[in-house]
T-cell receptor, first 115, second 114 residues
Framework: DVKVTQSSRYLVKRTGEKVFLECVQD?????MFWYRQDPGLGLRLIYF???????EKGDIPEGYSVSREKKERFSLILESASTNQTSMYLC??????????????FGPGTRLTVT | AQKVTQAQTEISVVEKEDVTLDCVYE???????LFWYKQPPSGELVFLIR??????QNEISGRYSWNFQKSTSSFNFTITASQVVDSAVYFC???????????FGQGTELSVKP
C-alpha cells in the first residue's frame, strides 16, 4: 500500500515564526503536491514537484516555499507565518507509471493554527 | 480553464434517506478524469471512485452510485439509505490527461442524523 505521511497532525505556531511541514512517501513517486484546505474553498494547490529539486507554483503560492532535496520528501515552508495561513494542509504524491498514472495518494493532513 | 462546482455547501438528512451530491465540471480537454473523495472528521481523504471521460456508464458500489453525464458536464453521487457513518465532507475533483494536477470542488458537508 502507498503510504504518505505528514510530520504532524496538529501544529500551533506564532505569527512570524518559520514553519516547516514535512511530507514523506514510500512508493518512489515522481510527483508530490501540497494543498491547502479551507471551508467553502475546497482544496487549493500551493506547489507541486515533478522531480527532485524541481518545483512549480500552484494556484496559491504566495507566502509559501517548498523544498525537494530527496525524491521521497517534500517540504512546505512558511517563511513568516501569518494568521491567514491557519488551515488544513494536505500532501499528496503520484507516479507517472502504473495502471493509473497520476493517481494521487493523500497524507492524513496537518491542521496548522497560527496565533 | 478547468473548474469544478459543488453547489451544495451543506446537506442534512435523517438516517435511511437517500441523498444526491451534485458535481458540475468545466474543461476543454477531451480526455479527463473525474473523482469523488470522502473526508471523514479524522481529516484523511478517502478515494471513492474515478471515471474517465470515455466511460459514461453509471456505477454502483453497495449503497453508493454515480451518474456521469457528459452532455450536462455532471458527475453526481448518490448515497442510498444513508447512515450516520456517511457523515463527512465529500469532494468532487477533475484531472486532465495532461499532467497530474487535480482541480477540486468546494466540497459538500453531509450530515446524517440518527
Amino acid at each position: 500500500d502507498v503510504k504518505v505521511t505528514q510530520s504532524s497532525r496538529y501544529l500551533v505556531k506564532r505569527t512570524g515564526e518559520k514553519v516547516f511541514l514535512e511530507c514523506v512517501q514510500d512508493m518512489d513517486h515522481e510527483n508530490m503536491f501540497w494543498y491547502r484546505q479551507d471551508p467553502g474553498l475546497g482544496l487549493r494547490l500551493i506547489y507541486f514537484s515533478y522531480d527532485v529539486k524541481m518545483k512549480e507554483k500552484g494556484d496559491i503560492p504566495e507566502g509559501y516555499s517548498v523544498s525537494r532535496e530527496k525524491k521521497e520528501r517534500f517540504s512546505l515552508i512558511l517563511e513568516s507565518a501569518s494568521t491567514n495561513q491557519t488551515s488544513m494542509y494536505l500532501c499528496a504524491s503520484s507516479s507517472i507509471q502504473g495502471p493509473w498514472p497520476y493517481e494521487q495518494y493523500f497524507g492524513p493532513g496537518t491542521r496548522l493554527t497560527v496565533t | 480553464a478547468q473548474k469544478v462546482t459543488q453547489a451544495q455547501t451543506e446537506i442534512s438528512v435523517v438516517e435511511k434517506e437517500d441523498v444526491t451530491l451534485d458535481c458540475v465540471y468545466e474543461t476543454r480537454d477531451t480526455t479527463y478524469y473525474l473523482f469523488w473523495y470522502k473526508q471523514p472528521p479524522s481529516g484523511e481523504l478517502v478515494f471513492l471512485i474515478r471515471r474517465n471521460s470515455f466511460d459514461e456508464q453509471n456505477e454502483i458500489s453497495g449503497r453508493y452510485s454515480w451518474n456521469f453525464q457528459k452532455s450536462t458536464s455532471s458527475f453526481n453521487f448518490t448515497i442510498t439509505a444513508s447512515q450516520v457513518v456517511d457523515s463527512a465532507v465529500y469532494f468532487c475533483a477533475l484531472r486532465s490527461n495532461q499532467g497530474g494536477k487535480l482541480i477540486f470542488g468546494q466540497g459538500t458537508e453531509l450530515s446524517v442524523k440518527p
